[in-house]
Every structure is written in structure tokens, then in C-alpha cells.
């Protein structure tokens, strides 16, 4: 399979956060900025396999600041590395608020993806091609995690 650039896997999603998506505090619930980066790294996935992906895991997570209602949410992702049927795909959220035009990191995660076809049987995926060197930082890492992964997984089936 011919390799893609990771940068042809880069998708943006955006949405305001609104008062019904909101906790008691007037923030954004971590669930919905869960599901927002669910959405915006299947979106990624797909773009590089050229197929349907379903959610593997959810590996890490870190919530940095919360998002206030009102503020605009933006999420950047991209595919960090492909394995044979799976990519890991890294997503960084943002919260602007467009009175002051002040945008902030507020969360990052990492998501394994596996691409399926029409049967729903894994299917195999195009490398990935790092180009800058941020890209090729982020393809190393995404090799180191998967071996922790693979070892974890190990681990948990041996219990």
C-alpha cells in the first residue's frame, strides 16, 4: 500500500458549547469533549484508511482547563502512526472565547482506531508518512505506546 502523509489525515471540528452540554458550574462536561474527540479522531482515521474505523481504545485523556458555556470548542486531529488494521490517531482540544479572542489548550487525547469493511472484518490500512519533524516525534511515541499497550493487554489476559 502506498503510504499517505499524516498531514492528508488532518480533520477540525467545531462547535460552540452550549448550556444544555453544560455541569452545574457552567462548564462543558467532560463527556461531550470525550465524545467531540471520539468524533474528530474517527473523522481522521477515516480520512487516511479510505474506510469505515470503529473506536479501539481511548488510551489517554488529559482534561488541562475547562470549557466555558459560550466558548467555541475546536478540535485538531491526525493520524500519529498506522499499524497493519489499526491507527492511533492524537486529537488536542481548544476553547476560544470569541468576546476576546483568547484561545487556550483545554484538553489532549489519544485513540486507537481500527478500520473495518462492509462485513465488519479488520481490514489493513495505508502507513502513515511523517514529514515535519513534530510528525515524526509523534510517529515514534505512537510505536512506544503501542508496545505499552500490546504489553498491557498481555498482561490483563494472563491474570
Same mark, same amino acid.
Given at each position: 500500500? *502506498? ?9 477540525? &471540528?467545531? *462547535?460552540?458549547?452550549?448550556? /444544555?452540554?453544560? /455541569? ?13 474527540? !471520539? ?7 477515516? #480520512? ?18 475547562? $470549557? ?6 475546536? &478540535?485538531?486531529?491526525? $493520524? /500519529?502512526?498506522?499499524? #497493519? ?11 476560544? !472565547? ?17 478500520? &473495518?469493511?462492509?462485513?465488519? +472484518?479488520?481490514? %489493513? $490500512? %495505508?502507513?502513515? &508518512? %511523517?514529514?515535519? !519533524? ?10 512506544? +505506546? #503501542? ?8 498482561? #490483563? +489476559?494472563?491474570?
Amino acid at each position: 500500500m *502506498e503510504p499517505r502523509p499524516v498531514r492528508a489525515s488532518h480533520s477540525t &471540528l467545531s *462547535e460552540l458549547a452550549l448550556p /444544555n452540554e453544560a /455541569n452545574g458550574l457552567g462548564t462543558l462536561l467532560g463527556g461531550r469533549i470525550m465524545h467531540l474527540i !471520539d468524533i474528530a479522531g474517527a473523522l481522521a482515521a477515516a #480520512r487516511h484508511a479510505r474506510q469505515f474505523v470503529v473506536t479501539a481504545s481511548f488510551d489517554h485523556m488529559d482534561f488541562l482547563e475547562p $470549557v466555558m458555556i459560550g466558548e467555541l470548542v475546536e &478540535l485538531h486531529a491526525s $493520524v /500519529n502512526r498506522a499499524f #497493519r488494521t489499526s491507527m492511533e490517531v492524537g486529537v488536542k482540544v481548544f476553547a476560544e !472565547d470569541l468576546r476576546k479572542a483568547s484561545r487556550r489548550h483545554v484538553a489532549s487525547a489519544y485513540l486507537t482506531f481500527v478500520a &473495518l469493511d462492509a462485513d465488519r +472484518r479488520p481490514q %489493513p $490500512v %495505508p502507513p502513515a &508518512l %511523517p514529514e515535519t !519533524d513534530e510528525e515524526k516525534r509523534r510517529y515514534e511515541q505512537a510505536g512506544e +505506546r #503501542r508496545t505499552y499497550r500490546l504489553s498491557q493487554r498481555q498482561r #490483563r +489476559r494472563a491474570q
